[in-house]
T-cell receptor, first 117, second 112 residues
Framework: EAGVTQSPTHLIKTRGQQATLRCSPI?????VYWYQQALGLGLQFLLW???????NRGNFPPRFSGRQFPNYSSELNVNALELEDSALYLC????????????????FGPGTRLTVL | RKEVEQDPGPFNVPEGATVAFNCTYS??????FFWYRQDCRKEPKLLMS???SGNEDGRFTAQLNRASQYISLLIRDSKLSDSATYLC?????????????FGSGTKLNVKP
């Protein structure tokens, strides 16, 4: 079974430009999460999509946005890029496996490394 | 205060050693707990979920202490391939608030 896929692998942009990152979840998964991981730092929650709708977002400015398509794939858009947006952007999809607290279990894609010059 | 806190390490241990990491969480309403491992410049991979009664998977044992609000990961008979950063993840899965909180990770170096 194919895992979570992300494209592109690497993306280089300049300040002020816009970046679009893409994610395809594991087949059968309806939830997609986006995270930012700056070099040497932990994962910061960006967005959660489920069944085509934005369900929750982290503490990021509105220039970080996205959407989920009917096939559950997702796109993250970052407008007006700033130098500090340089990071690894990870997408995860989740199953509805029952864990101890009923939470979803997340499976991550390989990430898109965004560099803003 | 951070939602999830971990000792960043690094923990430098010889092959065959037993090593333990703790992770504390601030929200007493948290319901689900996980350990992930992340290799350098790679994506996190699920290591194990953490159940209230504790659980074991081979050389790995996870424990949850709700009273003190921490989870632990014990690795026995460390292998060189265990070298990675271990991430603690906590979640309160109430609908429309399915936000996962990741610790910054504990780095483990297993030396020959």
């Amino acid at each position: 079974e194919a895992g979570v896929t992300q494209s592109p692998t690497h993306l280089i942009k300049t300040r002020g430009q816009q970046a679009t990152l893409r994610c395809s979840p594991i087949s059968g998964h309806t939830s997609v999460y986006w995270y930012q991981q700056a070099l040497g730092l932990g994962l910061q929650f960006l967005l959660w999509y489920d069944e085509g709708e934005e369900r929750n977002r982290g503490n990021f400015p509105p220039r970080f946005s996205g959407r989920q398509f009917p096939n559950y794939s997702s796109e993250l858009n970052v407008n007006a890029l700033e130098l500090e947006d340089s990071a690894l952007y990870l997408c995860a999809s989740s199953s509805r496996e029952l864990t101890s607290g009923g939470a979803d279990t997340q499976y991550f894609g390989p990430g898109t490394r965004l560099t803003v010059l | 205060r951070k939602e999830v806190e971990q000792d960043p390490g690094p923990f430098n241990v010889p092959e065959g050693a037993t090593v333990a990491f703790n992770c504390t969480y601030s929200n007493s309403a948290s319901q689900s707990f996980f350990w992930y491992r992340q290799d350098c410049r790679k994506e996190p991979k699920l290591l194990m979920s953490v159940y209230s009664s504790g659980n074991e998977d081979g050389r790995f044992t996870a424990q949850l202490n709700r009273a003190s609000q921490y989870i632990s990961l014990l690795i026995r008979d460390s292998k060189l391939s265990d070298s990675a950063t271990y991430l603690c993840v906590v979640n309160n899965p109430a609908y429309n608030f399915n936000k996962f909180y990741f610790g910054s990770g504990t780095k483990l170096n297993v030396k020959p």
